[in-house]
Structures are given as structure tokens and as C-alpha cells.
T-cell receptor, first 118, second 110 residues
Framework: DADVTQTPRNRITKTGKRIMLECSQTKGHDRMYWYRQDPGLGLRLIYYSFDVKDINKGEISDGYSVSRQAQAKFSLSLESAIPNQTALYFC?????????????????FGPGTRLTVL | GDSVTQMEGPVTLSEEAFLTINCTYTATGYPSLFWYVQYPGEGLQLLLKATKADDKGSNKGFEATYRKETTSFHLEKGSVQVSDSAVYFCALSTSNQFYFGTGTSLTVIP
């Protein structure tokens, strides 16, 4: 079974609709992340959470919100979807494993959700 | 701020050719460096990593050496296979943040 799962895998919705993307993990990691991937732009961080009570905005948080329901669950919501939010969305988890100044945040990714907003 | 710059693709090679994908970084402090690979229709998978200067990460025939003097972490493979066709991402991490390059698409033709 996959360690990081995302639902749904594909979604088509209309402008103005509210949509939620869900992420679950069985790795026992404290840290969870949401990214979006767009052609030519790589991955951009939307939100991240270091534990259940810690939520932080990433590079492109406008138009998105998140909820960390439990250590294993981290949901991303689009309150009113717009076409330029059409993208591939990835959830990731990590645990800091190094004590060095730079840390060692190996990230583990889910399979992605392809979202299309018409 | 911290960032990663990697060579733009797409890259097309014949099977058994030598591969180099360039990656340079800008960072304060002492980041860890990574290469991730994304196969079609899948999420990113860790390919290799290095945590300090002069470390060499290696996996599946791929190698990359953490060069602090040139702030580089170039990915190399001596003989690519069709199954290596994927998108490759260079990345760095500091203690709290993770930064990805824009990705380089590799296609290997028989």
C-alpha cells in the first residue's frame, strides 16, 4: 500500500465551485506539504504544516486554505475555484532526520491530483 | 533567497548515451541537496541526496556530487536506458524549507 495517498486522483470542476483535495499518510511523519505543479514552473509550495497545530503559508497560498485534521491527514481547499488553478497538486510528507545546520528534509510524495477548473 | 536553477529541457538521448543535467543552487547556510525523479503519471520519488560538501549521492547508476565551491549538484549517468525517461528535479532543503528546480524532461530513444 502507498505511504502517501491522495484523493481524488482526477477532478474536473467549474469556476466558483468549492473543492477539497485530501491527503493521508501512514509514514508517521509530522510534516506535511501541499504543492502545485505547472509546466515550466516546477513545484511551488502552497501550504505546509509541521504538526497538527502548526500551519504555514507557502509561496502561493492565495486562493487556497488547508486543514490538518490529524497527524496523518492534511486537506487542501479551493473555496471558489478559478481556471488558473488548473494544475497537478501534490501532497508530501517529511521528517527532519539530521541535526546539521541544513537539516535533512527528505520529502515523500503522493501520486498527485489532476485538477481541471472549467 | 534560497533557490535552485537547473538546465532546461527537454533532453533527448539515444540509449547508452552519457547524461548530464546541470543544477546550481543559491543558499545561505549549509543546505542538503537532492535529485527527484517523476515518471509519467506518478509523483516525485527521491533518486539521490547529499548532505554536505564533497558528498556523492548515487542510486540506480545515477550520481551527483555536492560541490560547494561551484554551488553545483549536477546529475550524471554513464549509460541511459529507455526506462530512465522521466522528469528530473533538483532540490535543496534548509532546516525548514524545501526548494525545487523547474524540472528537466529526459526522453531516451532506443
Amino acid at each position: 500500500d502507498a505511504d502517501v495517498t491522495q484523493t481524488p486522483r482526477n477532478r474536473i470542476t467549474k469556476t466558483g465551485k468549492r473543492i477539497m483535495l485530501e491527503c493521508s499518510q501512514t509514514k508517521g511523519h509530522d510534516r506535511m506539504y501541499w504543492y502545485r505543479q505547472d509546466p515550466g514552473l516546477g513545484l511551488r509550495l502552497i501550504y505546509y504544516s509541521f504538526d497538527v497545530k502548526d500551519i504555514n503559508k507557502g509561496e502561493i497560498s492565495d486562493g487556497y486554505s488547508v486543514s490538518r485534521q490529524a497527524q496523518a491527514k492534511f486537506s487542501l481547499s479551493l473555496e471558489s475555484a478559478i481556471p488558473n488553478q488548473t494544475a497537478l497538486y501534490f501532497c508530501a510528507t517529511s521528517v527532519a532526520t539530521g541535526g546539521a545546520a541544513g537539516g535533512l528534509l527528505t520529502q515523500y510524495f503522493g501520486p498527485g491530483t489532476r485538477l481541471t477548473v472549467l | 533567497g534560497d533557490s535552485v536553477t537547473q538546465m532546461e529541457g527537454p533532453v533527448t538521448l539515444s540509449e547508452e548515451a552519457f547524461l548530464t543535467i546541470n543544477c546550481t543552487y543559491t543558499a545561505t547556510g549549509y543546505p542538503s541537496l537532492f535529485w527527484y525523479v517523476q515518471y509519467p503519471g506518478e509523483g516525485l520519488q527521491l533518486l539521490l541526496k547529499a548532505t554536505k560538501a564533497d558528498d556523492k549521492g548515487s542510486n540506480k547508476g545515477f550520481e551527483a556530487t555536492y560541490r560547494k565551491e561551484t554551488t553545483s549538484f549536477h546529475l550524471e549517468k554513464g549509460s541511459v536506458q529507455v526506462s530512465d525517461s522521466a522528469v528530473y528535479f533538483c532540490a535543496l532543503s534548509t532546516s525548514n524549507q524545501f526548494y525545487f528546480g523547474t524540472g528537466t524532461s529526459l526522453t531516451v530513444i532506443p
